[in-house]
């Protein structure tokens, strides 16, 4: 290896290890009561975990930063990613949204859910956890469009007996014995 690439490998390393010196912040803004969806809206068990897990680390303050966001660059990428999730939809904050903004965003959730625009696809390789199968995918995209219709509502308590739950997709029966993959 000639001398001139060998400085370069190094001056390469050196530069990457003086990245590691400038980490990011992981530590996730206060949940104010009362303003998260979840807790509005009260979905069904199984489109709740769906929530969580497909959408609330990059559109929540409740992001779990991966062992790698330590490793810079990629620590400030992800970072930029999760704040631009959140400015654009941020779930923690959706009951300061007015009725209006509440009904585009859901319908936008909608939208990107079944479009396969999110999750990122990228997401589910380091999180197995948010690969939503197609009836998933179905089941969390119908129950944005209920969302969007009944986002008009003033109170979470009426918003919640108006929803017609009984219009979803059936939740998908997780495999096992009396459901068999075939």
């Not at 530069?15 to 009260?42: C, E, M, W, Y």
């Not at 062992?67 to 941020?90: C, D, F, M, T």
């Not at 997401?123 to 995918?137: D, F, N, V």
């Not at 995209?141 to 219709?149: C, G, K, M, P, Y």
Request: with cysteine.
């Amino acid at each position: 290896m000639s001398t001139l690439v060998k400085r370069a490998l190094g001056g390469l390393l050196g530069v990457f290890v003086l990245l590691q010196f400038f980490q990011i912040d992981k530590t996730n803004p206060p949940i104010t009561a009362g303003q998260d969806l979840l807790q509005l809206t009260s979905p069904p068990s199984d489109v709740a975990a769906l929530i969580k897990s497909a959408c609330y680390d990059c559109h929540a303050h409740t992001t779990a930063y991966p062992w790698y966001a330590s490793i810079q660059p990629v620590g400030w990428w992800l970072k930029g990613h999760i704040e631009e999730g959140r400015e654009h939809l941020n779930f923690s904050d959706w009951g300061s949204y007015p009725a209006d903004k509440r009904a585009h965003k859901a319908e936008e959730c909608a939208e990107e859910i079944r479009e396969q625009e999110m999750p990122l696809k990228v997401y589910p390789i380091t999180h197995p956890e948010a690969r939503l199968s197609p009836e998933q995918r179905d089941r969390l995209a119908a129950w944005f469009e209920v969302l969007q219709a009944s986002a008009g509502q003033d109170t979470p308590a009426r918003l919640r007996k108006d929803m017609p739950m009984d219009k979803l997709p059936k939740a998908p029966q997780p495999v096992g014995a009396d459901n068999p993959v075939e």
